[in-house]
Every structure is written in C-alpha cells, then in structure tokens.
C-alpha cells in the first residue's frame, strides 16, 4: 500500500508539474532566440469575411456590429449567423441591412460550429475571421490578423483576447492571470512549430482550408489542428487584440470549462492521429504536452491528495497533505467569499485554479458519458 501510495503521488506531482511548469520552461529553452516576424503590409489586401455566431445576444449585438463596422479594413463583408435566437437579436441585425451585414438564421438551434458552418456558406471572401458576439475588436485588429497569410505557408492565425476588466474581482483577475500564462504558452509554440487551438473570439484562415464540421465538433481547436495537419502552419498574432468582460463569478468559468473539454477531448478523439510523432513531429508533442495532460490534471490532484493520505503515517507526506489542504481552504474561502477574499492574489489564484479544474473534471466525465454540449449558452446567461 505505501509503495502504490508513494508512486502515486509522486507520478501525479510530477505530471501537474511537467503541464504548468516544465512544459512551458521546455518552450521557452527551444525558441529563446527566436523573434515573432513582422509582417509588412501586403500590397493589397484579401478580401475577407467575418462570421458572428450569435444565441440570445441581444444585449451586445448591436455594440458588436457598430464595432466591427468601424474596423479599419478594406472590403470586409460581414455575416451575423443567429442560431435560433428568440430575445430580439435577429431583429437588431436586421437593422444593420442596409449598411452590409448580411444576415442568416439558423431554423432550429445547431450550436456554434453549425452557425459557422452556415456563415461560410454566405461568405465570400479569401479569409474567414470567426468571432463571437461579445468580443469587441482594436480598429487595426483584422490588419493585424491578416498580416502574416503574405506568408503562403500560414493557414491560420489566432489573435490575443483580452479582458476589459481583469482587475476587478477576484474571476477576473484569476482569469486574467490565466491568459497571460496562455499567451506566453501561445507565442512559444508559434515560434516552435504551430499554435495548439485558436481562441474563438479573434481567428482567420484561408477559405481553401475551411472544412465543415459536425455539430458536436468544438471548431477553434479542431479547425487548426486540420490546418496544421495539411501542412500549413498556424501562428499567433498579438497584436490583433480582441477584448471581453471576463467572468464574474469562479462558478461561470467551471461551467464554461466543463462546456469546452468535453468538446475539445471529443474533438481529439476524431482527430487522434495528430498525435502521433512520426507524422507530426513536435506538433504531437505539444498537443500532448497543453491538451492532453492539462485536460487530465484533476485527476492528478487527486492522486496526490490520495497518495499522501495512503503515506500520512510519514512526516513528510503528512506535510505535503497538510499543503494541500491549505490550497484547498485558500480556493474555497476566494471562492465562497469574493468580495472578501476573493481580490487578493492568495486567493484567488487558488479559487480560480479549483474552478477550471473542476470543470476539467466534469468535462472529462461529460465526454466519456457522451455529453457533446453542441449548443451553448451566452457568458452569464
């Protein structure tokens, strides 16, 4: 019992550690003298199209389509695709008619990857820019986005999302805490090899590239993946900026992970091959290395929390669990009382790390019970 204990706890310590620590050490060491490229302006720009999924946005349709009507691009068409929204969205789109937008309702609710999938259908431009009804763009953000397909051997490009409101509450500065280790992560394996996944709010890659993806097939992690495995590269650009307000309480992250990991290993799962080395090089090792093992560290942390109780009789692991429990109490009192604990940094940390976790845990027990969540649900609702 005490040796299973012992190779448990160690093994889970060692993968938690090698996901969130030596995974992005090993990145840095084998691109530090790497720079990002800068593109130049193409001589002329290709025509492009961006679609908006949109589900009951009502409150910030409007905003985004003033937004991205005001973006500093030539000939950018723009299609709003309303996945059977019933609160007034489709009646505020219509009323950007007469200014371009091209407008598609979807008869019964598909889910966002279905919307898109209509969206293209209704585009017409050599680059496809997906976004999300909420997210509000910079002015040069699609220039920006558009810069590196000068490039013939990029496919697709992420852009950087950022929070309107990362300060103010303890959601929100964990969340933000999040995404800047995502972006360091992000512009490390675009200089490596390829990015792992693109962000849903800010993304474009070339039209010839787009495949039409089932329902229940999670599209900005499996849309580059394809890209990649095609032979063309996907790369970050953080100067295209797209911004958001983040979550306000710990619980709407949980659920929204619970929501994305249950896609994104389903996702995986049809697209297993892309991790096996001999045919994708160190592509493989970092969808390994940022997915697959980051996707299972709950599990992890319960092997550690089990593996020193099994070995509490020694002083050591007594210590160890007794660190633990700490964490625990810390996580739960940031997120039992925000407005108290939850804005400072020794709590929050905590609490925000407990909530993705566990709705990587839910989201592993969701794919493995056949939940797809193919429609969702606006931030909040």
Known sequence: MAA???????VCLGLVTYTYLAYPALLWLFTFWRRTTRYEEPASWPSLTLVISAYNEAGVIADKLNNTLALDYPHCQVVVVSDASDDGTDDIVKEFGDRGVVYHRLPARGGKTVAQNAGVKRAAGDILVFSDANSMYDRDALKELVRPFCDGTVGCVCGELRYFDAETGGAGKGEGFYWRYEQFLKGRESLLSSLVGANG???ALRRELF???AADIISDLIMPIRVRRKGARVLYAPRAVAREHSGQHFGDESRRRTRIIARSLYGLWKEV????PLTNGVFAFQVFSHKVVRWLVPLFLIGMVTGSLALADGYLYRALFCIQLAFYILA?????FPSRFGRLGM?????YFCAINAGALLGLWGFLTGQRYAAWQPRGA
């Open 273 to 276: 091959g892309v991790l096996n």
């Open 332 to 336: 739960a009192l940031g997120s039992l």
């Open 4 to 10: 299973a204990g012992w190779w448990i706890f160690w």
């Open 211 to 213: 495949d039409e993806l």
């Open 201 to 203: 709010s800010i993304y």
């Open 347 to 351: 709590f929050y940390i905590p609490a």
